[in-house]
């Protein structure tokens, strides 16, 4: 919000003054926060990667003692979730930060500083997860957590607490940087870069941020119930407490399938770049390429039941997911035509960017047909426990997204570092990465047809399986060979690198249209944009692309940023809040023993819920007092909404005293556990909202708003009201629909 | 089964004769166009929905039929008939009730309460019937009103109908997963068709087909919004010159 308030030019002397000292640590730009995050994933992918090492070595032979049980399942758990949330989100996030705003002509990204926050959340984030290693005690239940192994019965150490924190705070940054991105996109385009017109990877970025917002409030929610229980003593996920194992289940896949989207759809956006580029030829049927993401988009969210067959959800269940998620291959089978039929008929290049890109296509298809086999409930049956998904997965994890990083890397490092990186060690990083991957994981579906079972940390010696993971094994070390290489090639380039130029690929977008690496200000001037290739029609000027969407079209002005941004979050929000709820209704469905819901005082609550209802009407008045520029008429009002709130709070509280006295506490029972949960959180953010009216009427009383407009207010007040309208649900389902059972 | 096809059919006097005099009344005021097949083919589902077997097994036997029922009253019906309006018809009204709206009645009729007075009363059932064809209507205005300037532009329509997709799906997600059961009229049916040990030897349990019900409007629903998405992207990608770019 203060941002909206600062001018521009004490921002520009700020960030001066800022770059001079600690530049980097510092930064508010997107291009370094980009490298930032480039950066962050590569510390985490020699992590995860040499966790990988280790895992495959303790299996290349049967019966193998090079690692305890207990040292494997920590590998294990610690290779999963850092690949993931550490590597995979990190370095598709820093490709989408540099870019995103240069392909479409921004300045910046929407909120420098939120953009900063984001960033350095996620070393946080990974030095909360190794943390755990100090304490004692990897986390070492799966990067899953499938209760109740991950409760503190059966994993008694702090290693599950650190994850979760960890998980938790990435979750956070996340969904900033996506809000970010979305605000980039709306609000920031340059002129004529209309919606229709964005470089699919700009397209895809927005849409999958759209995916993150969603799909991360729920795995933050799972992981707050999950702390709950560990901390204090709740029976969420517990059965022996009347919780659900299940439940835990079917928050994580909600989130957990979507994000596979999220690392899968911004890779999908680079093959988008590549393929064209070095075919000669624009994209094939781009409105396919776009409208299909949206479409992965919403199927990710509604299929997340078919990582649960084996769970016993019963056949009609299974049925509709069986049809959903083959679905799904639909819009994804739209787009792998598309991409061919770019490369049909063009002249292609076969320079590293490409050859990364071709591979993915083909390993994507291949882990793409795995996994329609798994959609199928009947053979998921057969297949799900055993090295057949891994390999599965990991042909899409690996195959698609890795190969589609580091083809992203081949093919926009010199824009970021104005070097070219060497062809020759390109190739030898892409061949030996390719007959690595493909040694490792292509034996991996044969070992699951033999029957290997995954997550064990050894295996007998049964016929054919030494030999096979053996291989596996040996693969990996090519890998390792190509990931060494791709480093040695970076430094290479920034040392003896042929200076990149512009334009070096002779690409048609505009992050090619500035200077390599590009100013602070990423261009001094546009080439007008008609259409989706505006370099092309810029270089041939007598034959350029058909303009796209209407010609002469006046354009609207874009929505305020910083009201979107809180529109987004408060998107975000609202999952967060029903799973929340969705859990108290759950478990409250039929009476638990013990408190209930009738032994709450619905009449206090009411008249204290009056209040916070109330309280959206004086914030009200005092945005209409800010319209009618009634400075005296805004403060008054935004005074009494924030005393009206607190009267809520205090409320609140009285309520839980008087719980807490009668012996009422979160561990009582599962009522009581969702009972504080969900007020707890809802509290807590009108605690937020509080904060966020009281800095807004400081700004007033002081004196801000009297000169100029500012959104502040109003950006707040959406906040606000949305918080009420939470608990208009939280007082129907927690206060009076238990009582007309 | 064939019992059930063909004994099915009840005759439903009021409906028919509703159809009748919504098409009479529709040629009286437009007369007859192209347009009046989708006038028919809104006539079709409306009976489909009310006369056919799926209304037997709706009455009394099977939730996820009742559901289904509900579908083709919400989304099927409605869009048929605005196809068959000409463009001259406005009516005026607010995405946000009409989002409301559609997504309102969804949530409304299920209601355990309101869910089992639907199903026990014939004038209840009758309110319902015509609130979800109008609530239906007043949803799909936003995206099909007759007169073209009246609709959403195509984005925030996507976001409309994503949105009220997300907003069905947890009522489904709701209804599946539910451990009580929502509409306990289904729980003891009457059986009035004979058709008990039909449905039996489905394998039909009151668990399964409350699932069902979940389902049908959780999955098969957002396939419908899902489509209606795609119609938004191809009227974007195709906008050409004389209208504003979002």
Known sequence: MNEATLAPDSLAAERDDAFRRLAWLSTVDHKKIGILYLLTALVFFVAGGVEAIFIRLQLAVPNNTLLSPETYNALFTLHGTTMIFLVAMPALFGLANYFVPLQIGARDMAFPRLNAFSFWVVPMGGILLHLSLLSGSAPSMGWFAYAPLSEKAYSSQLGVDYWALSLFVLGIGSVGTSINIIATVLCLRAPGMTLRRVPLFTWMNFVNSFIVILALPVLNAGLAMLLIDRRLDAHFFMPSGGGSAILWQHIFWAFGHPEVYIVAVPAFGIISEIIPVFSRKPIFGYEF?????????????????????????????????????????????????????????????????????????????????????????????????????????????????????????????????????????????????????????????????????????????????????????????????????????????????????????????????????????????????????????????????????????????????????????????????????????????????????????????????????????????????????????????????????????????????????????????????????????????????????????????????KHRPSVALKAVGYYWHFVDVVWVLVLTVVYILPRLR | MKTLLLSGWTSNPAAVLCCAAGAALYFVLFGASRRAWFLAAAEAVVLLALASPVNALADGYLFSAHMLQHILLLLVAPPLLLASLPPTVSFPMHPVAGWLAGVGAMWFWHAPALCDAAAASRPIHAVQTLSLLALGSAFWLQILAPCESRRLRPLPAVLYLFTACTACSVLGIILTFSPVTICSRYMHPVDRLGIAGLLNGWGMTMNRDQQIGGLLMWVPMCFLYLCAIFSQFARWYGERDAEPTI
């Open chain 1, 289 to 705: 390429v776009a409208a299909s993401t949206v479409a992965i988009a919403i199927l990710s969210l509604g299929v997340w039941a078919h990582h649960m067959f084996t769970v016993g959800m019963g056949r009609t269940a299974d049925l509709f997911f069986v049809v959903s998620s083959m679905l799904i291959a639909i819009p994804t089978g739209v787009k792998v035509l598309n991409w061919t039929a770019t490369l049909l008929h063009g002249r292609i290049q076969f320079k590293t960017p490409m050859l990364f890109a071709i591979a993915a296509l083909v390993q994507f298809l291949c882990g793409g047909l795995t996994g329609i086999s798994h959609a199928m409930a009947a053979l998921d049956w057969q297949t799900k426990n055993s090295y057949f998904l891994v390999a599965h997965f990991h042909f899409v994890i690996v195959g698609l997204i890795v190969f589609m990083i580091m083809g992203g890397l081949a093919y926009w490092l010199p824009k970021i570092t104005g070097r070219m990186l060497s062809e020759r060690i390109g190739k030898w990083t892409f061949w030996l990465m390719t007959i690595g991957f493909n040694m490792t994981f292509i034996i991996q579906h044969f070992l699951g047809f033999a029957g290997m079972p995954r997550r064990v940390y050894t295996y007998p010696d049964l016929p054919g399986w030494a030999w096979m993971n053996m291989v596996s094994t040996i693969g990996v070390f090519f890998m390792t060979a190509a990931s060494l290489l791709l480093v040695w090639n970076i430094v290479a380039s920034l040392l003896w690198g042929k200076p990149a130029g512009d334009n070096p690929w002779d690409a048609w977008t505009l992050e090619w249209a500035t200077t390599s690496p590009p100013p602070h200000e990423n261009f001094h001037e546009l080439p007008p944009i008609r259409g989706r290739r505006p370099l092309w029609d810029y270089a041939n000027p007598d034959r350029p692309d058909p303009v796209v969407g209407p010609v002469h079209a006046v354009e609207p002005a874009p929505p305020d940023k910083t009201k979107s941004a809180v529109l987004l979050f408060i998107f975000s929000e609202t999952g967060f809040f029903l799973v929340l709820i969705l859990a108290f209704l759950f478990y409250n469905s039929t009476p638990q023993p013990g408190p209930g819901p009738k032994e709450l005082d619905l009449l206090k609550t009411g008249l204290f819920s009056l209040c916070l209802f109330a309280s959206s009407f004086t914030l009200w008045r005092s945005e209409v007092g800010e319209h009618n520029r009634d400075n005296g008429s805004m403060i008054r009002w935004l005074a009494a909404t924030l005393v009206l709130g607190g009267v809520f709070i205090i409320g609140q509280g009285l309520e839980y005293w008087g719980l807490f006295k009668s012996g009422v506490a979160v561990n009582t029972n599962l009522f009581a556990t969702t009972f504080f949960t969900l007020t707890g959180f809802h509290g807590l953010h009108v605690c937020i909202g509080l904060i966020a009216l009281a800095i807004v009427l400081g700004f007033a009383v002081g004196g801000e708003f």
